[in-house]
């Protein structure tokens, strides 16, 4: 099999293929994703809410991080995985953020990083691509910065931040990045940022007009059940499919349905 890799997206983003990523956290799924055919799975910090039942990003830490990854890498052959560094492992200065990615790299064996912000994180990226790892950038709604903003409302509707945030773009592309998700705001000002940066734009809620699309997996499984943002488009129910299967076999025990003759030694 031949692997995805950041040139692969670069290509297709050339050639007008959209890019299709999810994110994932375990080897089990992983490997569903990856022989399924998935150009690329993004260990997110997201593992902090769906995994470990955080309500942010905030508290997961590298370590816990680099043990989804590990999870995570070794269940692909053939798509791209990109691992978030986590809050409070690079914010610091440009070594600290050096030496995060390092360890990503090194210990769980992760093709390429993500981290969250513009200009404020330049440097880090610049020092982390020179090192020969690729980084993603992430605009617009940038989960690790919750607490600044208040609330997970779509952004950069007003002209002044989205012009902000265009200018942001550019100085990731700049410093490197080989790639960039935009979270949350809207669909006009993704397509505007896919024109203008060469490097492909991977959306969520962020319209059709990027470079590709990336949704929470346990959102498009629907094993989350409160959480409805317009972007999500859900491909299964499996909170309900799960939970009637659970039942049934509830059901069986008590009745003694199981395990039946042939289920035994
Ligand atoms: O952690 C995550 O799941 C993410 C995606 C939503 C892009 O950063
Ligand atoms: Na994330």
New binding site residues.
């Given amino acids: 099999i031949k692997r995805v890799t950041s040139h692969t997206l670069q290509s297709m983003k050339d050639h007008g293929e959209k890019i299709s990523?999810l994110?994932a956290y375990d080897f089990s799924m992983a490997k569903i994703l990856d022989d399924a055919g998935i150009d690329v799975l993004?260990v997110?910090?997201?593992?902090s809410n769906v995994m470990a039942g955080h309500e942010t990003?905030l508290p997961i830490t590298l370590d816990q991080m680099i043990y989804h990854a590990q999870s995570v890498i070794r269940a692909c052959q053939r798509c791209l995985v990109i691992v978030?560094l986590p809050f409070g492992s690079y914010q610091g200065n440009s070594k600290e953020a050096l030496n995060s990615a390092i360890r990503i790299m090194k210990e769980a064996g992760a093709h390429a990083i993500?981290l969250?912000g513009g200009e404020e994180v330049a440097e880090s990226i610049k020092r982390i691509v020179g090192a020969g790892v690729p980084v993603m950038g992430?605009l617009g709604l940038t989960?690790q910065s919750i607490y600044k903003f208040g609330t997970y409302s779509v952004r950069a509707k007003e002209e002044e931040e989205a012009e902000i945030l265009i200018h942001n773009a550019k100085i990731l592309q700049d410093a490197g990045c080989f790639s960039l998700?935009l979270?949350k705001i809207p669909a006009a000002l993704g397509e505007a940022v896919a024109k203008e940066l060469r490097i492909p734009v991977?959306g969520?809620g962020a319209g059709g007009g990027v470079d590709g699309q990336?949704?929470?997996m346990h959102d498009m499984l629907g094993i989350t059940k409160n959480f409805s943002p317009r972007f999500l488009r859900r491909y299964l129910n499996l909170y309900d499919e799960i939970s009637e299967a659970t039942r049934n076999y509830i059901k069986d025990v008590k009745s003694k349905d199981f395990p039946n003759d042939k289920e035994q030694y």
Avoid at 44 to 47: E, L, M, N, Q
């Fill in positions: 990523m994110t993004l997110g910090d997201s593992a990003t978030d993500k969250e992430h989960p998700v979270e991977i969520i990336v949704l929470v």
